[in-house]
């Protein structure tokens, strides 16, 4: 689903999944220390996510989504074990982001967000995971059509802050 409203100050989207994954890519254990990548496993994924971008004020845009995913092993063993009904690995049980940035008409701009994970495990075992966490993000600076200067600056988990040296940048 996507709208505009409010003479087109206010976009709105939100959608629904729901994937059936058979021959799964996952690292088949056939001995304690031999593994493989193999089409092994079968599993379910379902969620919803939302969005939203709103121009409260001239100049000044907030924006936010949040998505809920369930992602399980429907069908999975090897050597060492039985995996159904585990959580797929890499895949968060929710992410969030929440933002603002203010845009001058003489070129400035100052914007902020935080961006949050839920519990992410590593493995099939689900023995190896990461807690939720959260990361902050502000940026400042000018450009006008042919010149662009701006410092961001990140927060990382346990909280110290982060030169914008060596990290992506996308525009």
């Not at 939302?50 to 063993?77: C, E, M, N, P």
């Not at 689900?126 to 410092?151: C, D, H, M, P, W």
């Amino acid at each position: 689903m996507k709208s505009v409203l409010l003479d087109n100050r206010l976009v709105l989207n939100g959608s629904v999944f729901y994937m059936d994954i058979s021959d799964m890519q996952v690292e088949e254990n056939i001995t304690l220390t031999e593994y493989y990548l193999t089409n092994a496993a079968s599993a379910t994924s379902f969620g919803a996510e939302v969005d939203f971008t709103a121009i409260v004020a001239d100049g000044l845009t907030l924006y936010g989504g949040f998505g809920l995913v369930h992602a399980r092993f429907d069908s999975f063993q090897d050597a060492l074990g039985n995996y159904d009904d585990n959580k797929l690995p890499y895949a968060p049980a929710y992410t969030y982001n929440l933002g603002a940035q203010y845009r001058s008409p003489a070129g400035f701009y100052i914007g902020g967000n935080v961006t949050g994970y839920g519990k992410t495990y590593f493995d099939k075992i689900n023995s190896a995971s990461r807690n939720g966490y959260a990361l902050v993000n502000a940026k400042i600076g000018y450009e006008t059509e042919n010149f662009v200067s701006r410092q961001d600056i990140h927060q990382n988990p346990a909280g110290s802050v982060l030169p914008d040296e060596g990290l992506p940048h996308f525009p």
